[in-house]
């Protein structure tokens, strides 16, 4: 079982949908969690981190379910510019260091 | 606006030869991840580094890769000898202080093609 697991999609949603992506994480020990977005040929960027207690950012809604080891992000309004691929990033932080273990990503298409 | 310089940013080589990739961190950055992306296997970790010295390269094939820093503003991921199953972009990112590694900032990505 990977570590982080995401549904592949595509999502192809029109202009001003709404569209939700989830992901699990298998460590149930983990202790931050985030959103990166990954642009066509491009690098990922940090979206936006995922509190316990959920967290907004404009459009933007992440939600964390530690009992059931979920990650959500729920994008309202959907413009052109929200496609991309959503990566779910999970930092264990086991070991003495830690690092971030990324999934495989979401891609959303969004159109006229 | 700081970022995370990588070169070069396309690489075709043949099978056999030797390919080094660098990177330079956003200025005071004390962490710096070296990934690789395939579509298969998605972004993997190869090795990381804090204030130069390495804390994990785990995820890097021992016998034909090597990843050095050799000042703070210079980091390094050399393959010797490539093969074609290393095709894949390989990113750089670069983090600061106790958030190091959860805010990390990548660079545009080394491009390789190994024929």
């Known amino acids: 079982r990977k570590e982080v697991e995401q549904d592949p999609g595509p999502f192809n949603v029109p202009e001003g949908a709404t569209v939700a992506f989830n992901c699990t994480y298998s460590?149930?020990?983990?202790?931050?969690f985030f959103w990166y977005r990954q642009d066509c040929r491009k690098e990922p960027k940090l979206l936006m981190s995922?509190?316990?207690s959920g967290n907004e950012d404009g459009r933007f809604t992440a939600q964390l379910n530690r009992a059931s080891q979920y990650i959500s992000l729920l994008i309202r309004d959907s413009k052109l510019s929200d496609s991309a691929t959503y990566l779910c990033?999970?930092?264990?932080?086991?070991?003495?260091?830690?690092?971030?273990?990324f999934g495989a990503g979401t891609r959303l298409a969004v159109h006229p | 606006d700081a970022r995370v310089t990588q070169t070069p940013r396309h690489k075709v080589t043949e099978m056999g030869q030797e390919v080094t990739m660098r990177c330079q961190p956003i200025?005071?950055?004390?962490?710096v991840f070296w990934y690789r992306q395939t579509m298969m296997q998605g972004l993997e970790l190869l090795a990381y580094?804090?204030?130069?010295?390495?804390?994990?390269d785990s995820g890097m094939p021992k016998d034909r890769f090597s990843a050095e820093m050799p000042d703070a503003t210079l980091a390094t991921l050399k393959i010797q000898p490539s093969e074609p199953r290393d095709s894949a972009v390989y990113f750089c990112?670069?983090?600061?202080?106790?958030?190091?590694?959860?805010?990390?900032?990548f660079g545009p990505g080394t491009r390789l093609t190994v024929l």
């Open positions: 995922v509190y316990s």
């Open positions: 460590n149930s020990a983990s202790q931050s």
């Open positions: 200025l005071g950055h004390n962490t």
């Open positions: 580094f804090r204030n130069r010295a390495p804390l994990d």
């Open positions: 990033v999970v930092n264990p932080r086991t070991g003495g260091y830690n690092k971030l273990i």
């Open positions: 990112a670069s983090g600061q202080g106790p958030t190091s590694t959860d805010t990390q900032y």
